[in-house]
Structures are given as C-alpha cells and as structure tokens.
C-alpha cells in the first residue's frame, strides 16, 4: 500500500542552523500538509500546498518556515534560522484531489534543537 | 474557527471491555470529521473518516463511530478492547475551504489492562 516518507527519522541541530525536512507524499496525491506536535501538545497544521503555491498557512509558519516541491515526488520543509521552541515532530501529510477529504500521514521527522 | 475537544486524555479499560472515546467539535460550517491512531514511535495512521454520508461510520481494527449533529460530537467505540488497541487517539476536524487543513484534539491515549 502508497505511503508517505520522510527523511530522516531524527535530526538534532544547533539553533540558529538551517534544517531541511524531506517528505515524499503519496506519488498520485496532489495537495500536501506540513503539522507539527511538540511534546505533549495538540498536532498543530502549519501550511498545506496545490499546484506549486501555499494554499494555507497557520500563524505558526512565519517568514522563518519554507515549503518547497522541488521535483515530482519530493515536498521539503526549510527552517531558516532554527530556535530551541522548534524542537518538535514534524509531520508531512499529502490529500488525494479535491473532494477527498481524508490526509495520509507520514511517520515524521523528530527534530531537536540544542 | 473550528476546534475539537477529547474529554479524558488517559482512558483505561480492561481487554474485552467496551472503549469509548469522546470527542465534541464546534465548526461554523457542515464539518467533515476524522479519527486518527498513533502507536508508539510511529505515525498518524486514519482509523475512520465522517464527510456527510452515513452518521455510523466503520472504520478499520473493530472501531466505528457516530455523527452526532445535536450533541456536536463525535465518539469512537469499539465493543471489544484487544491489547493491541493500546495507543494514542486523535479526533480531527477539517475545514471546507480549498486547503482543508485539520485541526485536532488533545488526543486521548488508551490503556489496555489484561
């Protein structure tokens, strides 16, 4: 069965270094989601992404956060400048077409800022 | 703007025994709803899914759950709780707009005692 990856499992950074995390979605979906969990608190949506532009984005994702799809199967969160309140897990999410309502998760991306 | 809110963020019953996990929702429009399970150390995995059909909807692993438009909720149950049920549980509401980003509960992590 399709699922959605992401790369790497676990990424420890010093703050104020620039993370990138990658995410392969479903290879038929067409809108995809970034969420993020810090520990012990709600799963909070950050943006969601169609046709090469942000569709959605949260307060959350501020000038700091970047989405990019760089190729056909790859969907990438940048962190610009990382801060210790970062630290959190981060969730790639992709959505089949309009009309199908439900998100596909990946298992995430645990990121640790030192 | 929506919200969901699970009464209880530890529950724990006995194998075999009923589970039931709440979850009320407050949306300004028709909401579609969701139920997501998270084992340890993996990710969010969907369980069911409400977008307006039928009000008793089966999901996957014995779990179903009802729409419930007067009482704004939405509760999972299973008859029967089997020890591999022990996980993490989150309600989920989408928004109807292009991005339909979720948003979600507290979680609610269920104990299963032999």
């Known amino acids: 069965e399709p699922e959605v990856t992401q790369t790497p499992s676990h990424q420890v950074t010093q703050m104020g270094q620039e993370v990138i995390l990658r995410c392969v979605p479903i290879?038929?979906?067409?809108?995809f989601y970034w969420y993020r969990q810090i520990l012990g608190q709600k799963v909070e949506f950050l943006v969601s992404f169609y046709n090469n532009e942000i569709s959605e984005k949260s307060e959350i994702f501020d000038d700091q956060f970047s989405v990019e799809r760089p190729d056909g199967s790859n969907f990438t969160l940048k962190i610009r400048s990382t801060k210790l309140e970062d630290s959190a897990m981060y969730f790639c999410?992709?959505?089949?077409?309009?009309?199908?309502?439900?998100?596909?998760f990946g298992p995430g991306t645990r990121l640790t800022v030192t | 703007a929506q919200s969901v809110t699970q009464l209880g963020s530890h529950v724990s019953v006995s194998e075999g025994a009923l589970v039931l996990l709440r979850c009320n929702y407050s949306?300004?429009?028709?909401?579609?709803l969701f139920w997501y399970v998270q084992y340890p150390n993996q990710g969010l995995q969907l369980l069911l899914k409400?977008?307006?059909?039928?009000?008793l909807v089966k999901g996957i692993n014995g779990f179903e759950a009802e729409f419930k438009k007067s009482e704004t909720s939405f509760h999972l149950t299973k008859p029967s709780a089997h020890m591999s049920d022990a996980a993490e549980y989150f309600c989920?509401?989408?928004?109807?707009?292009?991005?339909?980003?979720?948003?979600f509960g507290g979680g609610t992590r269920l104990m299963v005692k032999p």
């Open positions: 290879s038929n979906h067409l809108y």
């Open positions: 949306s300004s429009v028709p909401p579609y």
């Open positions: 409400y977008t307006s059909a039928a009000t």
């Open positions: 989920a509401v989408s928004d109807n707009n292009a991005g339909n980003m979720l948003t």
């Open positions: 999410a992709s959505r089949l077409r309009q009309g199908a309502y439900e998100q596909y």
